[in-house]
C-alpha cells in the first residue's frame, strides 16, 4: 500500500522525467489509438523488467547502489548513449521528407518496420534505471525491506501507481494534421538523441 | 456579411497600430500589473526561499532561509538551505555560525567562511545536511548554499 | 528617377512624396516623442548628436518604406543594425558593471540575471504546476525583468503576430544580416521540413525545463550568449556549455545563413520562433498572394528567408503560418502577385491600407525599442572615438 501510494504521490514527476523520450516517439508513430497503448504497454513492460532488476539489487545491496560510483555515471551514462543511438536511429528510420536522408534512410529500410517497436523498449528499460527522485524514494523503501520477494513486490506496486499516468500519454496517437505532427516528432525524438548522448557522455566523463 | 467581416478586419488592425502605441508609455503600469498576480514570483530554487530565521551578530546579520525541496509536483528529496550574510561595516575575515534551520533547538550544521580567500567549511551535525553547493561573495555580504536531503 | 517610377509597385503612396510625407508625419512626431523622452534636452552635444542621427536614421528608413513601396531592405536596415547596437550596448555595459562579458555565481544567486523573450517558452509549464517563475532573474526591478520583458512579448505578439521575428526581436538581426552576405545561396533547396525544427526544438525545451525546472535552452542551447553574457568557464561544464554555444552560433547565425541565404537560427532552431508562430493566429495582419497575377515563378519561395513559402502555400494564396511577415517575397515578386492582407477583408488585390497599417505598426515598435539602444551605442562610440573609454 505504502509503495503504491509512492507510485501514484510520485507518478507525475516519472510522466515528466521520461516526457522528453516518450512523448517525441507517440507523436512520430501516432496512427491510432490501439497502436500508442501497445507502444506504451511496450514502455512500460520494459520499464517494469528493469525495476524488477532494481528490486533485486536493492535487497542485495541496500542503499548504497546508488552512492556507487559505477552506477551513478558508468553505467548510468552507458544506457542513456544505447538510448540516444535508438532515437538517433528512429529520427532517420524510414525518413522520405528529407533528400540528404533518404541515403540512410534507404540504409535502414532494410530493417523490418517493427524494429521500431524496440524504441519504446530500450526507452523504458533505460528511464526505469535512471536516477530519478521519485525513483530513489521507491529504491530506500525497497532497500529497507527483508526479503527479495517483498522487495519486488514493493518495486510492483510503485510501478503500477506511477504507471496509471502514461497511459492518456496514449491519446497523443490521435493528434490531428497527422504528417506535420509526425514530423515534429521524429525530429524531437532525434534532438533528444542528441540530448542524451551529451548527457551520457558527461556522465562517463564524471563532469556532472 | 463581407462588409462587416470587412469592418471588423479594419477595426482590429488599428487596435493592434493603438496597442504599439501604448504600449511603450504604458510599460511601467502593465509591468505592475502584471507583476501583481500571484504566478509572478521567481521560484525558490533560484531566489533562495523566503528568509525564515534573522540573527543580528555584531558585524553583520544572518539569515536563514527556508529549506527548498522544489520539483514541478510535490517535493523533491534532495533540496538546498539557503545562508545569506549582510555586513554592517567591514568584512569580517572569518565568519563561523552554527546554524539550526529545522528550528528543533540543536544546531544542524556549522559553517565556516574564510573571506579572505572564499573557503568555506561545513561540518554537518544532522545527517540530512549534506554538502556545500554553491557559495558567492556579494556586494554587501556572502551567500552560501547547502544541500540537504529530505 | 523615370526608370525607378516604372519599377515602383502600385501602392497610392509609392512615388508621391508629398503623401508619402503625410503618412510618415505621424512617424516623426512619435518618434520624436519617444527618443526625447517627451522632454527634448539638447545641452549636451553628445547626446544631441546621437538623438539627430538616431531620429533622421529611423524617419528615413519608414520613408522610404512608404515612398519606395518596398519593404525588406529597409527594414532589414534598422532590424539588422538594432542586433548589432544592442549587443554594442549590452557588452560594454557588462564590462564596466562586471568587467567581462561573463556572469558570476552571484548574480545567479541574488537573481540578476536579464530575462529575454526566449526563456518564454521554459516558464509556461512551471507557471502552471509551481505558480513560479524558474528563472534566476527579477520580477519587477533592474534591467530587463521577467514582468516587462513578458508584457513586451505578449503586446508584440498581439500586435505584430509572428511579425515580432522579423520587426522587433534583438537577435533576429544577425542572421538576418549573415544571410545577406552572399549575392547567391551555395546551398540551394532546402527542405521545407526544417520548418518544424523549432516546433521540435520547443517541444523538447519545453518538457525538459519542466523537468528540471531550469531554462535548459539558455543554459545549453542559446547561441546568442556568444553576443550578449554567459556562464563564466569555471569547470569542465561550463566549458562544453561555451563550446556548444559558441559553435551553435557560429553555425545556425554566421555560416548556414551565408551558405544558405536562411535565417537558419530563426526559422529553423528558435523555439521562440515556434511558439510566436501560434500568434499569427490571432493577429489580423497576413501575407496573400494574388493567384490571378502568380506565374508560379518561384521566386518568392527562393527568397523567403524562413521557409515559409512551398508550392502547397502558394497554391492556397497565402503563406505559412510561420511566416513572419519580413516583405521580402513582396518585394521580389516581379508581377507584384503577393502583398500584405488584413483578415476579413477582400483578397487578391494590393491594398495601400493593409500594407501602410502594417508596415507603420513594424516600424513603430522597431523604432521605439530600438531607439535608446541605437543613441546608447551612437554616444559609446563617440566617446571611444572621443576619450578612448566607451564611458
Known sequence: MEALLLGLGTGTSCLLYCGPVIVPYLLAEGGSLKKSFLDISLFLGSRFIAYMILAIVASLMGN??????IYRSILTGAAYIILSTTLIIYSFFRIKHVCKARKYSDILSNIPYK?????????????????????????????????????????????????????????LGLTQRKNVIHIIGKIAAGLAGVIYFIKGVLLISNIT | MKKIATICGYIWAVLC?????????????FSKQLASLPFMKINPIYSGGDVEQIKECKNYTLQIHKPVFEALIGESSEGFIQISWIWKDSLPGILNDSIDYNTDGKPDFIITVYTTNGDIQINPLNEKVKALIASAQTENGWIARIKLKK | MKSDKVKLPPYTTAGKFWKSLLICLPMIFITFFFLTGGEPDFSDTTNSIAFILVF???????????????????????????????????????????????FSSADLLECNIPFCHIVITMILIPIVFTNSIIFPGSILDGFAPV???????????????????????????????????????????????FRWFPFAVLLLVALSAAMTLTPTYCEWACPFKTVTEFEAVTSTETLIKTIIFLLLFLG????????????????????????????????????????????????CEIKCPILSLDPTSIEKGKTHFVCS???????????????????????????????????????????????????????????????????
Not at chain 1, 521519485?134 to 510492483?156: E, H, N, T
Not at chain 2, 497600430?17 to 503600469?29: A, Q, T, W
Not at chain 3, 519593404?71 to 555595459?93: C, E, H, M, Y
Not at chain 3, 502594417?358 to 535608446?372: E, K, N
Open chain 3, 252 to 299: 545556425l547565425v554566421i555560416v548556414l545563413p551565408i551558405l544558405t541565404k536562411k535565417r537558419i537560427q530563426c526559422g529553423m532552431f528558435c523555439p521562440m520562433g515556434a511558439l510566436t508562430s501560434f500568434t499569427n493566429k490571432v493577429n489580423p495582419f497576413d501575407v496573400r498572394i494574388d493567384k490571378e497575377k502568380c506565374k508560379d515563378c518561384g521566386i
Open chain 3, 56 to 102: 533622421l536614421f529611423l524617419n528615413f528608413l519608414f520613408f522610404k518604406i512608404i515612398y519606395t513601396g518596398k519593404t525588406d531592405k529597409f527594414r532589414a536596415t534598422g532590424f539588422i543594425l538594432f542586433a548589432v547596437f544592442l549587443s554594442l550596448v549590452f557588452i560594454t555595459n557588462m564590462v564596466e558593471t562586471r568587467e567581462g562579458m561573463s
Open chain 1, 115 to 171: 524494429w521500431t517497436q524496440s524504441v519504446p523498449v530500450v526507452a523504458g528499460f533505460v528511464t526505469g534505471l535512471s536516477i530519478c527522485p521519485p525513483l530513489l524514494l521507491a529504491f530506500a523503501g525497497a532497500a529497507s525491506k527483508q526479503s527479495i520477494q517483498d522487495s519486488m513486490i514493493f518495486f510492483l506496486f510503485f510501478f503500477l501507481g506511477t504507471s496509471v499516468y502514461f497511459f492518456p500519454l496514449a491519446f
Open chain 1, 64 to 69: 548504497s547502489l546508488f552512492t556507487t560510483e
Open chain 2, 17 to 29: 497600430l493603438l496597442i504599439v502605441l501604448i504600449m511603450f508609455p504604458g510599460l511601467g503600469f
Open chain 3, 147 to 193: 514582468s516587462t520583458m513578458l508584457i513586451l512579448w505578449i503586446l508584440a505578439s498581439i500586435a505584430l503576430g509572428k511579425g515580432f521575428c522579423s520587426w522587433g526581436c534583438f537577435y533576429g538581426g544577425w542572421d538576418d544580416g549573415f544571410s545577406r552576405i552572399r549575392k547567391k545561396p551555395l546551398v540551394k533547396n532546402i527542405n521545407t521540413i
Open chain 3, 325 to 391: 511577415k519580413c516583405g521580402k517575397c513582396i518585394d521580389a515578386c516581379p508581377n507584384q502577385a503577393i502583398h500584405y492582407h488584413i483578415k476579413g477583408t477582400p483578397v487578391n488585390k494590393r491594398n495601400t491600407t493593409a500594407r501602410t497599417l502594417f508596415v507603420f505598426s513594424g516600424f513603430l515598435f522597431l523604432a521605439i525599442f530600438s531607439g535608446g539602444t541605437f543613441q546608447m551605442g551612437i554616444i559609446r562610440i563617440i566617446n571611444i572615438l572621443t576619450t578612448g573609454s566607451f564611458f
